[in-house]
Nanobody, 118 residues
Framework: QVQLVESGGGSVQAGGSLRLSCAAS????????MGWFRQYPGEERKFVAS????????YYADSVKGRFIVSGDNAKNTVTLQMNSLKPEDTAVYYCGAYQEGRSWYTWGQGTQVTVSS
């Protein structure tokens, strides 16, 4: 059974930093990329950043470019999101996901709360 487990998150003041980590487990786990989405109350999950194993390619939502850094380790099936210069609008539940060609984002972690106070 494939499982994504997130760690990190919490509360911080605006301008501060937090680090999220995600590890995948399960003998059948396979992915072309791993990444992060976030969800505001009452809204759909939105893309934040991803790390593709091919070429170590990174992608970011415009709202986090220059502030967040995504990194990954294909051998360990892990992905990390370093969040800097946090803003109150970054407050959300953050989800780790795994992407595979033909399946899109097909599995998710349980989510971790990030709260940024002004």
């Amino acid at each position: 059974q494939v499982q994504l487990v997130e760690s990190g998150g919490g509360s911080v003041q605006a301008g501060g930093s937090l680090r999220l980590s995600c590890a995948a487990s399960g003998r059948t786990f396979s992915s072309d990329a791993m990444g992060w989405f976030r969800q505001y109350p009452g809204e759909e999950r939105k893309f934040v950043a991803s790390f593709a194993w091919s070429g170590d390619t990174t992608y970011y939502a415009d709202s986090v470019k220059g502030r967040f850094i995504v990194s990954g380790d294909n051998a360990k099936n892990t992905v990390t999101l370093q969040m800097n210069s946090l803003k109150p609008e970054d407050t959300a539940v953050y989800y780790c996901g795994a992407y595979q060609e033909g399946r899109s984002w097909y599995t998710w972690g349980q989510g971790t709360q990030v709260t940024v106070s002004s």
